[in-house]
């Protein structure tokens, strides 16, 4: 069975930073290119960012509004996928998903629960 | 600038079919993937390639594209069916999602 599990989240101060994990097992990690997602309250999925496997390049690519802010890394021994989170904005309060996608094609095929994060002074 | 527009929402009686569109602007690439959202659950995939059902989908889900316009249409919709559903499109630098619509069956 595959398995995404999201953990880190939590109340942080605007300004403040932050790193979420995301632990996957059932499928081959190091060969799946690891996506992160997030849904703020009342609005609509947004895609972050995403990092392609080791052997695919290992390079990441990020959306606009995050860019310079968040990064993503991974570490295959463990089957882990990171979003480092920086210079926080009440903006990013939001359930952040990390997904996978088995077969480097853009299709997000499994999912974790979600992170729930929100920035508040 | 990439775009996928969704209807807000949409509502069907149960047993009847359900449509919601995608409209495409500026992506090359037309192959749409639909997501279902429900609330305190992960998402699921379940269409891909805009037209193709993941294993485990059930088959009252399908999709289908014409012009800049993709649709995914469940058949005898179901009251399990309720939930948000959201529109993916990629390419090698970004991806994007339309605003989502919430399938209401009533």
């Known amino acids: 069975e595959v398995k995404l599990v999201e953990s880190g989240g939590g109340l942080v101060k605007p300004g403040g930073s932050l790193r979420l994990s995301c632990v996957g097992s059932g499928f081959n990690f190091k060969i799946a290119w690891m996506n992160w997602v997030r849904r703020a309250p009342g609005k609509g999925l947004e895609w972050i960012g995403r990092?392609?496997?080791?052997?695919?390049?290992?390079?990441?690519v990020y959306a606009g509004s995050v860019k310079g802010r968040f990064t993503i890394s991974r570490d295959d021994s463990k089957n882990t996928l990171y979003l480092q989170l920086n210079n926080l904005e009440n903006e990013d309060t939001a359930v952040y998903y990390c997904?996978?996608?088995?077969?480097?094609?853009?299709?997000?095929?499994?999912w974790g629960r979600g992170a729930l994060l929100n920035v508040s002074a | 600038s990439y775009d996928l527009t969704q209807p807000p929402s949409v509502s069907v009686s149960p047993g009847q079919t359900a449509t919601i569109t995608c409209s495409i602007k500026n992506f090359g690439n037309k192959y749409v993937c639909w997501y279902q959202l429900k609330a305190g659950q992960s998402p699921v995939l379940v269409i891909y390639q805009s037209n193709k059902r993941p294993s485990g989908v059930p088959e009252r889900f399908s999709g289908s594209i014409s012009g800049n316009i993709v649709t995914l249409i469940i058949s005898g919709t179901q009251p399990v069916d309720e939930a948000d559903y959201f529109c993916q499109a990629w390419d090698t630098t970004t991806v994007v999602f339309g605003g989502g619509t919430r399938l209401t069956v009533l």
């Open positions: 990092i392609r496997s080791r052997s695919d390049g290992g390079a990441t």
């Open positions: 997904s996978s996608d088995l077969s480097a094609s853009g299709r997000f095929d499994y």
